[in-house]
């Protein structure tokens, strides 16, 4: 492959229509998606900051990409076809997908350029968010080929035609390293300053083209998809995308403050002085969601220490304001930081949704 291949994320708008529209034909070519014209694949998950589209760029024209969908209230794209419930149950940690690849068809080393795109995505997903495993499906026919070349073990039967597959992260470092020692591209990786486990890389014109000018996705969105999207987005400019109007959904309480996806660890000392492990999915200035066995008393304040960055650990007491035992999560508001806290929520609010 040629050296000038380079392999970020999309930032552009015509890198993501690229992308979009790269990505459909391929599906179609698959057998994955109907051909209905110059349609974009686009699903309401690409919407999120815990989405990234990959790109391969040569001569600043996209020859290939992939996407990479974080765990969300949205759940994953796959979830609308395999239930992973009982495959989550034996699985620690967080998990992310990887969508099938499109590679343009007149490019010649096709497959070293699908090797380097999932070599990005295996690095940005595995290293960079500290996702455990990744999840991907393909065709019954390809599933053989993606078990050998890539890595990814079958989850369980096919489905119409459809095979999940799965890459533990253990597992993720051998097929880096293999790919790490072909110099067939250059990979441009975003800053990293905390255990977060998204990148923004839409501005807000670009969020406003794909689902208010080219599609009308928002519009169609349901209650509780749109106010998962006004969670994150509801705040300064990218408020402007979103359809106006306050979205009321009974037993669910609206942040004061923006939240911000996060893979981090720590404990917390429940009330017999006994450390519990925790996982924090998000955090914001007034408070953070967790993930823990053992399940928390609403109206109690907890100590917890976590460790939000290399080197960064913060101290906090919160209350717990709602539980979910079957999701084994919690929504804690914060009553006491430090300063490592105040500097982390500074750097989210200042620099986490701004396009670099």
């Known amino acids: 492959m040629s050296p000038t291949v380079t ?20 599906r179609e070519t698959m057998g994955l998606e ?10 309401k998950q690409h919407a999120l900051p815990s989405t990234n589209t990959v790109v391969a760029l040569q001569a600043g024209k996209v020859v290939g990409a992939v996407c990479l969908f974080g765990e969300s209230p949205l759940r994953l794209p796959i979830e609308t076809r395999f239930d992973l419930a009982s495959f989550r149950k034996n699985l620690e940690g967080r998990i992310a997908e990887v969508s099938l690849p499109a590679i343009d068809p007149d490019f010649a080393a096709s497959q070293d350029l699908l090797l380097a795109l999932y070599h990005f ?16 499906e393909a065709t019954t026919a390809w599933s053989d080929e993606f078990a050998g070349v890539l890595g990814f073990e079958k989850i369980f039967e096919p489905n119409d035609g459809r095979q999940p597959l799965f890459l533990q992260a253990r597992e993720a470092d051998d097929f880096r390293e293999r790919i790490s020692q ?20 839409m501005s807000p014109d670009v969020l406003n083209y794909f689902f208010n000018v080219r599609t009308k996705l928002f519009s169609t969105l349901e209650r509780l998809d749109l106010r998962v999207l006004k969670n994150v ?7 402007k995308a979103l359809p106006q109007g306050e979205v009321v959904v009974a037993g669910k ?3 004061r403050h923006p939240r911000f996806p996060m893979n981090c660890e720590g404990f917390l000392v429940n009330e017999k002085g006994q450390q519990v492990h925790v996982q924090v999915i998000d955090v914001g200035r007034g408070g953070l969601k967790i993930r823990t066995v053992e399940p928390l ?11 939000v ?3 960064k650990k913060t101290e906090l007491i919160a209350s717990a304001v709602w539980c979910d035992d079957a999701s084994e999560m919690a929504g804690l508001e914060l009553r006491s930081s430090d300063e490592n806290w105040a500097q982390l929520i500074e750097y989210l609010e200042r620099d986490f949704l701004r396009v670099a």
């Open 297 to 307: 008393d609403k109206h109690t304040n907890y100590v917890l220490t976590l460790f």
């Open 233 to 239: 987005y509801d705040y300064g400019e990218y408020a």
């Open 7 to 26: 392999i970020q994320l999309a930032r552009t708008r015509s890198e993501f229509e690229s992308a979009f529209r790269l990505l459909q034909r391929s």
């Open 34 to 43: 109907r051909h209905e014209g110059d349609k974009l694949w686009l699903l």
């Open 121 to 136: 995505a295996v690095c940005f997903g595995t290293s960079y968010c500290h996702y455990d495993g990744l999840v991907t």
């Open 253 to 255: 309480k609206s942040p």
């Open 309 to 311: 960055g290399v080197n």
């Open 182 to 201: 072909k110099n067939i591209c250059e990979y441009h990786f975003p800053e990293k300053k905390f255990f977060l486990v998204a990148h923004q890389s």
